[in-house]
């Protein structure tokens, strides 16, 4: 957690942005994250059962990764900065017991037509082994020196291509 | 392992495109014990979360929800015990796809538009935006793509995701 | 349909019940409702590696489970008063539970009609795994509506001053030792809710024991009611302070922490619960435990060191609302 006050002009192409992790999500946190989105699935909850389905255990939940990445991205950008976009490709699967980090960094900055700044970045997510099992994408808007005001609501005419 | 790539998109299948789901919504409005849960789940320590003291000091004046608090499921409404198949269903059993059951989440893209507040009650609609045939380094697989269309109470867009879902082969048509 | 305390014949089955088979998702969505998370309800390989045929269903789960029919039981006008259950055996998932019982006794009290019954939960196989006993407050007939609310035999104050101590005598017992016998009468730390009950919270507990009372689940009958409110289901009050911010997230107990000396393993070994007034949507909760007893049951093979517990819980206005006694069951 960082009270981060992240302002567009502090953001440069290639900035590392600082990583989350490791964590290790064993079966009672996966359990707890399944339960807290309200997902009962098997798949990700019963061991006997996801074997059964063919895989090698259950799988860590697709939003438990994309959670870590949006942590990481808010910590960073802290509450003045809107996180707009993120996307994450389930790459390969992580299971319990897995350790997981997630890194990113800065590939875009402009300013957007509302005059406040936009910052692109690659993100992913590694597990203990280094293998990338979610890769993606994600876009913030920051306040800039000129227009430090982020509201809290934007408009359709932003929505993706 | 050499394959023909055989077409398994029978028009049965490609007949689910632009189908849509029902309209959900969250069975109450957020409250304290559901965002708190969340946030321990997520292992997040960020106060303006949870903390009122700590978010009166922020733009927000009051604690908000963490963006991605809306990725949830909608389960069933208070007085409603539905098994977990049933609520299984209505997110991902829009498409069918006889012979390929094992299905993974695949990714998914989300844009934000809005922040949600204690007391915000959201909804949700897919449409079933996609259904492909990829070639897997195991075999053939269907990547079924979903939109999400999220509003809150005031007809306010939070958020739209793209969610991709890939089922590889195996028996069965039921996800169960 | 409304049973009526006239309408009871002593010696009669209550009408039984049974739910399952029980999945490791259902023992999951319960244990979510209480915030509680660990291998042993939850994890399939953790379960094998320990000896266990299965997942296990936890004591909590069927407690609230035999809580869920005794209120269906009482009807819409009724309470459960009180439960007393040992856990006596193991149930895993994929079983079915059955609950029965028959009314032991009934009678008046200040114009009120209690009635005892002696129940049990029993699986496909025959085990008894919930033997017990529970206090139903049932209508007389023609009563519009019973006002749930009593004065417990302590109060919060009373239950902080009163010292509970032990002698230590037998200095040749492996188990009981000094310092085990002067945890007799410790005192844990207070827990009070994150957050005060809310619907979802309510929603995931009812949906956890398939609970369907409208005191529980319909907002429009509880608004209409006497009470005027949703109201939590009696095994929700007595919960653990699992899920709490700074103190039993991860599912540390109001009771206090202690290991028994040559011993291993601790089980449930029971509860005994009595509800004094209805916790309604808003209230925020408050629980404290002590140790009040410890001593060494002789086996045949083994000895078995029940601790004993006593929690009680208040809401914001300091009223007891429960108190509930917890045996835990150390052995080696």
């Known amino acids: 957690m960082s009270k981060s006050k992240l302002f567009y002009e502090d953001v440069n192409i290639g900035d590392q942005i600082p990583q989350l992790g490791p964590l290790t999500w064993n079966t009672t946190d996966i359990v707890r994250f399944s339960s807290a989105v309200e997902n009962y699935e098997p798949l990700h909850q019963a061991r006997d059962w996801a074997r059964s389905k063919g895989h090698k255990d259950t799988l860590i939940n697709g939003p438990i990764r994309t959670s870590m990445l949006h942590n990481m991205l808010i910590n960073w950008i802290g509450d003045d900065g809107f996180l707009k976009k993120l996307s994450c490709q389930q790459r390969a699967a992580d299971h319990p017991g897995y350790a997981l980090i997630a890194k990113g960094s800065v590939v875009n900055c402009y300013i957007g037509p509302n005059g406040l700044g936009y910052i692109e970045c690659d993100i992913h997510i590694e597990n203990q082994e280094g293998t990338i099992t979610a890769p993606g994408k994600a876009t913030v808007v920051l306040p800039t020196n000129e227009n430090p005001n982020v509201p809290e609501y934007f408009d359709l005419p932003n929505a993706k291509s | 392992m050499v394959e023909q790539e055989q077409n398994y998109l029978t028009p049965e299948i490609l007949r689910q495109i632009g189908k849509e789901g029902e309209e959900t919504i969250w069975p109450e409005p957020l409250d304290r014990s559901s965002l708190r849960r969340f946030i321990q789940a997520t292992r997040d320590d960020n106060p303006l979360y949870y903390d009122e003291e700590y978010a009166k000091s922020t733009k927000y ?8 608090y809306f990725h949830r499921s909608f389960p069933s409404p208070l007085g409603v015990v539905e098994d977990a198949e049933k609520e299984e269903m209505r ?17 998914s893209e989300i844009e934000w538009f809005g922040q949600v507040r204690i007391g915000d009650t959201l909804n949700s609609k897919t449409v079933v935006s996609n259904i492909e045939q990829k070639q897997g380094k195991n075999g053939p697989m269907i990547l079924i793509t979903y939109d999400r269309i999220i509003k809150n109470q005031d007809d306010k867009l939070i958020a739209i995701t793209t969610q991709k879902s890939l089922r590889r082969q195996s028996e069965g ?3 169960f | 349909m409304q049973l009526n305390y006239e309408d009871i014949q002593v010696g009669s089955d209550l009408p039984s019940r049974a739910w399952g088979p029980l999945t490791n998702m259902d023992m999951i ?40 029919w005794l209120d269906e039981i009482v009807g819409n006008k009724g309470f459960l008063k009180k439960i007393e259950i040992s856990h006596r055996g193991i149930n ?12 032991s006794k009934k009678y008046i009290v200040d114009g009120l009609g209690f009635v005892e019954c002696d129940i049990a939960i029993t699986n496909d196989n025959g085990l008894v795994s919930c ?92 608004k209409k009611s006497s009470i005027g409110s949703l109201i939590a289901p009696p095994a929700y009050v007595i919960r ?39 916790v309604k949507e808003g209230d925020t909760l408050t629980q404290q ?9 002789k086996g045949n093979k083994r000895s078995l060191i029940p601790v004993v517990s006593e929690t009680i819980i208040v809401n914001q206005f300091d009223e007891v609302v429960a108190l509930s006694k917890q045996i835990n069951i150390r052995m080696p």
């Not at chain 3, 660990?38 to 035999?66: M, R, T």
């Open chain 2, 61 to 68: 004046g009051s604690v908000i929800a963490p963006p991605f």
């Open chain 2, 91 to 107: 997110h991902r059993g829009l498409v069918d796809t006889p012979g390929f059951a094992k299905q993974v989440n695949a990714g």
């Open chain 2, 173 to 175: 048509t039921s996800l």
């Open chain 3, 29 to 68: 969505r319960f244990g979510a409702a209480v915030d509680s998370y660990g291998e042993i309800h939850q994890d399939y390989d953790w379960c094998i590696e320990h000896g266990f045929d299965n997942v296990l269903l936890s004591g909590p789960f069927k407690q609230a489970l035999l809580c869920s």
């Open chain 3, 92 to 103: 895993y998932v994929n079983e079915t539970l059955k609950a029965t019982g028959t009314f």
């Open chain 3, 131 to 222: 033997p017990g006993k529970a206090i139903l407050l049932i209508p007389m007939k023609d009563t519009d509506f019973i006002d749930f609310n009593f004065e417990a035999p302590v109060t919060y104050e009373s239950f902080l001053h009163n010292q509970i101590s032990a002698e230590f005598s037998d200095s040749g017992n492996i188990y009981l030792t000094k310092e085990i016998i002067e945890m007799i009468g410790v005192m844990g730390e207070p827990y009070t809710w994150p957050e005060p009950l809310d619907v979802s919270a309510i929603r995931r507990f009812t949906q956890g024991v398939f609970e369907t009372k409208p005191r529980y689940v319909d907002i429009d009958y509880a």
């Open chain 3, 240 to 278: 653990p302070p699992f899920g709490f911010w700074d103190k039993g997230m991860l599912g540390e107990s109001a009771i206090p922490i202690f290991t028994v000396p040559n011993t291993n393993v601790a089980v449930n070994g029971g509860n005994e619960s009595e509800w004094y007034k209805v």
């Open chain 3, 289 to 297: 435990a002590r140790i009040i007893d410890i001593y060494e049951k």
